[in-house]
């Protein structure tokens, strides 16, 4: 039995820098060519999922490389050396893949968790993947069963709610500091999913414009694209800081894009008019410094928490339950992947089982009396044969990872004893110790 290999391979937060992850940053246009080059290196069916968090192939096959060209070929198209780049590379096969890919869908592998717009990350990298002909029977169930995790987690957990608040009060402080929003202006920073989310509620909320700046153009661009507003580069960093009344920083560099020294300039620049300030990235954007200036106001994640009336201990309770759920979920899925496996060798089973019972009531002339009771009688005798057999099979199918070997050597038994018979080796129908002595 030839198994298939889940495998996650790529770059993401936890593994490589976010200038790493722009740098390796593929436009929609660009996926269909690499998921082709991804096939021809052994990949058979594949996505690609690029988002500011990180840029992961999914993929499945019946060859294991552990997924070193899948890795060289991001490499090659970021214009890297693969070796260079494997300290940051981000690998899980099997079961982990399987968790991982769960744990993302539901938004529990992101900066802030429950963050709505990586559902639909997901799913756009699946219909892109889908479109280019590169999911198959093998990715298509594992994604089905992860979206339906997702949708258990939003909908039993608290989970959903954790972004939605934290925008809310986002956008109830912008307006405690500016009044009304349709006069103001902002600068989002880098382009982090939850950043992308606030700004989305700040235009819904009536904001007058906003700019976008992200460490490359193209990223910028995109994103700016989506919000349908205006972008500009990082050298202009200065000139559009003096410009915002609101500003959203979510690059997540390790580093501050915005010193106080740096607000202070803006700030004389606006001739002190007021500016709010969220620093949405882990660690921080914004230099704490900033809080002590006076005309500008600074909140973080654990700030806006504390607006939103959601502490620590809620969101820990709430990402407790979720996990649960998904670990249901993988077992579920685990199950019925199982079961699907081993039914070809059930099936085969009873079609042989089956023929060898058709082959002996031939032998009968078709008019005799008895025909009907032998017909049933057999009947029930191959199903009681085959109840033990297939019931086994089946059990060692959902015991989990580690009957697996069981299972592919009892599979192999059962052909090679009753279906892999050579067509000139008919066997004797009377036991050898039963036969007439010459």
């Known amino acids: 039995m030839t198994a298939s290999i889940f495998t996650v391979v790529g770059v993401n937060r936890r593994t490589g820098p976010a200038e790493l992850r722009d740098r390796l940053y593929v436009e929609d246009e660009a996926v269909p060519a690499l998921l082709d080059r991804l096939c021809a290196a052994g990949m058979a069916e594949a996505m690609v999922l690029c988002t500011c968090d990180r840029l992961e192939i999914w993929g499945a096959g019946n060859a294991a490389d552990d997924g070193a060209a899948a890795f060289a070929l991001l490499a090659e198209t970021a214009g890297m050396e693969p070796r260079a780049l494997l300290p940051q590379r981000f690998l899980e ?71 939605v608040s934290l925008a809310a009060a986002a956008c109830q402080l912008a307006r405690d500091v500016q009044g009304d929003l349709s006069r103001c202006r902002a600068l989002l920073i880098g382009a982090g999913d939850m950043g992308e989310f606030l700004m989305q509620q700040l235009l819904a909320s009536g904001l007058g414009g906003a700019v976008v700046i992200a460490r490359t153009a193209r990223r910028a661009e995109a994103l700016a694209r989506r919000l349908g507003s205006h972008y500009a580069l990082l050298e202009e960093l200065p000139d559009r800081l003096a410009e915002a009344d609101i500003v959203v920083a979510c690059q997540g560099e390790g580093r501050y894009m915005l ?43 654990d700030e806006l928490e504390q607006v939103a009336l959601q502490g620590r201990a809620e969101r820990e309770t709430a990402a407790g339950a979720a996990w649960a759920i998904l670990e249901t979920e993988l077992a579920g899925f685990r199950q019925r992947q199982a079961e699907r496996e081993a039914v070809p060798t059930l099936l085969a089973l009873r079609a042989g089982f089956e023929a060898a019972r058709q082959a002996v009531l ?62 000139d080796d008919t066997p004797d129908d009377t036991p050898d110790d039963t036969k007439d002595e010459e």
């Open 362 to 423: 031939a032998e009968l002339p078709p008019d005799d009396p008895a025909r009907p009771a032998l017909e049933r009688a057999t009947q029930l005798l191959v199903n009681r044969l085959l109840h033990r057999p297939m019931a086994e099979l089946r059990r060692m199918a959902v015991t989990g990872p580690g009957a697996a070997e069981e299972q592919v050597a009892a599979e192999a038994l059962l052909r090679r004893l009753f279906l892999d018979v050579p067509a």
């Open 93 to 163: 096969t099997g079961e982990a893949a399987l968790r991982h890919a769960f744990a993302v869908a539901a938004s529990l592998d992101s900066e802030v968790i429950g963050e709505p717009q990586v559902l639909g990350q997901v799913k756009a990298a699946h219909r892109l993947a889908r479109d280019a002909g590169r999911v198959g029977p093998h990715l298509e169930p594992i994604l089905q069963a992860a979206y339906q995790a997702a949708k258990r987690v939003r909908n039993e957990t608290a989970i959903g709610q954790r972004p």
């Open 259 to 301: 010193s106080a020294d740096m607000v202070e300039g803006a700030l004389r620049r606006r001739r002190r008019r007021p500016v709010f300030l969220v620093d949405l990235a882990v660690p921080g954007d914004i230099e704490p410094a900033v809080n002590r200036l006076e005309d500008a106001f600074l909140y973080d994640l």
